[in-house]
């Protein structure tokens, strides 16, 4: 399995918050997809941070991933959003997973959306793990925002805490 990860930086005019992107959640999710044997690309930093959107879908489709993942924060959403639709358009097989803080089965306007596959809720680590184990197959699991076959999503509820 060929999977791609990134989170896209504050976009502002003079760059300033570009140079504080680190991508500390797709880190810790390669080191999870590497211990499964999967091969994981994080988007090249300078492309991530300085990219722009048609830079980084032409790096997204000669990656060819089979699955992407994104970090959506506040400030890259609707980013998120409009790659997810141009990849989903370009690669159709490719599965998108969106997680983050932005990603709760109360934020409206992402699931108005129907651009990316699956939402991760909360703490995505576990969840991420078996989401890979099980590829390209979805498992029935907590913490999973969900398609419900009728345009709309669903929540598959919180996952146990220990």
Not at 18 to 26: G, R, T
Not at 62 to 84: D, I, T
Not at 127 to 148: N, V
């Amino acid at each position: 399995m060929r999977i791609l990860l990134l989170q896209l930086p504050v976009q502002t005019h003079d760059f300033f918050f570009s140079n504080e992107n680190i991508p500390l959640a797709p880190a810790g999710l390669r080191g999870i997809a590497a211990e499964l044997g999967a091969e994981t690309l994080i988007l090249p930093r300078l492309l991530m941070n300085y990219g722009s959107d048609q830079a980084i879908l032409r790096y997204m489709i000669e990656a060819k991933p089979e699955l992407v993942g994104m970090s959506c924060y506040l400030w890259n959403v609707e980013r998120s959003l409009y790659l997810a639709g141009k990849i989903k358009a370009r690669l159709p097989g490719c599965q998108v997973v969106f997680g983050g803080p932005e990603v709760t089965p109360g934020n409206l306007f992402l699931l108005n959306h129907s651009l990316f596959d699956i939402g991760v809720v909360g703490e995505g680590e576990g969840t991420w793990r078996c989401l890979l184990h099980c590829f390209p197959d979805t498992p029935e699991i907590p913490g999973l925002l969900l398609r419900d076959g009728k345009g709309g999503w669903r929540f598959t509820g919180y996952p146990a805490h220990p």
